[in-house]
């Protein structure tokens, strides 16, 4: 490990990596650590919306992408009353029409492997103790279990997903944010799987949704989220995955399956509309700044996409040595133009309809009307504004199916 970085990035995931490979191709000198080694188990849905896939195509990494996951060309969506829409995965220029289950123990790696290819130093197995913002640089302490390292870059990059304890060290967090909850197991043997990703409001607790994604023709991601806790609730994500493998239809359609190893659960941070994205002389990527769908609970695609976005802020900044936070704004402001009323629109479609009394009559609209059923879909794709789900044609439709 040198002493000095032009980039030092906290947090190997698909947001840190990202911003890594972009930067070492532009010729920055980039010093990446986490604190795992690699490849390394990462509790998620593994799924790759066709955003995802676009930047994993920028990056050169398509093909191989393709060989480690499973394609699936459609989505069904399953509502609380068992009513279900099923419909090809929607068609939008410059993407797919398809999506990719990779697990992430293969897809982190993958990328982690490209950022080194790409010129970035790996460091694994590092815990940072201190990150501290001086007038010329950031100064940041690491220990791993022989010594204690000290080095400094121009600037840093945050990626540490849901874990806050950094953030709120840096000042960029002061009051914790209310965490989603969700649990996932995998499943093989199965007999009754098609190449679809199925998304099931019914057996799961609202607002929520459980889900099957299949990772080959016999086996599937199974697993169960949700936004809030409450009284009738299990005591944790685990016990609400258990209470949606009970569900009769789920435990029909999982019947000759076994599980995989054991249920893991993990958080999710949803609140990129009021996050910090940047301090002094550091910026935040990926889940670390609440980059995940508060509705789908998806995160991939805006990990990657917010490194790549803090790739191209960072380049000019290197080239003229400017890391002001009046510089370091133009990565929120770019960030906020891509995803800032996507999440707030977002969150106001999830407190409308994620109960029983719209969600039914909302699928059996997208049932009978095409307008209905491609909103949906482009909306849960992020193909388009959630906006498009609140429009008075959209609510008289789902009205107009009340019964």
């Known amino acids: 490990m040198k002493s000095t970085y032009d980039v030092a990035i906290v947090g190997a995931g698909p947001g840190g990596a990202a911003a890594a490979s972009y930067l070492a191709k532009s010729g920055a000198r980039v010093l990446l650590v986490d604190k795992a080694d690699f490849p390394r188990h990462k509790t998620c849905g593994d799924a790759l919306s066709p955003n995802a896939l676009k930047i994993l195509e920028d990056l050169g990494l398509l093909d191989e992408v393709k060989n480690i996951g499973y394609r699936l060309n459609g989505i069904r969506l399953v509502a609380p009353d068992g009513s279900h829409l099923e419909a090809p995965v929607p068609s939008k220029p410059g993407l797919a029409d398809y999506l990719y289950i990779a697990p992430r123990y293969q897809l982190d790696n993958l990328l982690l492997r490209h950022a080194i290819a790409m010129g970035a130093e790996f460091e694994p197995n590092i815990r940072i103790t201190g990150l501290q913002a001086e007038p010329d640089r950031a100064a940041i302490i690491a220990a791993n279990d022989h010594s204690i390292h000290r080095f400094s870059a121009r600037v840093a990059i945050i990626a540490v997903g849901a874990n806050i304890s950094l953030l709120q060290s840096v000042g960029l967090m002061s009051t914790p944010p209310a965490f989603a909850l969700a649990a996932r197991a995998y499943f093989d043997d199965l007999t009754d799987l098609d190449d679809i990703m199925e998304i099931r409001f019914d057996g799961a607790p609202l607002p ?172 849960l794709l992020s193909y388009r504004n959630a906006v498009q789900a609140l429009s008075p044609r959209m609510i008289y439709h789902v009205l107009r199916n009340w019964m």
């Open 208 to 379: 929520g949704y459980g889900w099957i994604f299949p990772t080959s023709p016999t086996s599937a991601n199974v697993g169960a989220g949700y936004m809030k806790k409450s009284p009738n609730l299990p005591a944790t994500a685990q016990g609400v995955l258990e209470k949606f493998l009970s569900h009769d239809p789920v435990r029909e359609k999982l019947a000759d399956g076994r599980r995989l190893g054991p249920v893991k659960s993990y958080p999710l941070r949803m609140d990129f509309a009021t996050a910090r994205t940047f301090g002094d002389r550091m910026i935040v990527v990926g889940e670390a700044a609440g980059l995940v769908n508060p509705f789908t609970g998806e995160g991939i695609d805006y990990a990657m996409e917010s490194g790549q976005i803090a790739a191209q802020v960072l380049r000019e900044q290197l080239e003229t040595n400017d890391f002001s936070r009046s510089a370091l704004r133009r990565y929120d402001k770019r960030l906020r133009a891509r995803f800032q009323s996507l999440f707030v629109w977002t969150i106001r479609m999830r407190t409308l309809y994620m109960n029983d009394w719209l969600l039914n009559p909302l699928i059996r609209a997208a049932n009978r009307e095409s307008f209905v059923e491609r909103s949906i879909l482009e909306v």
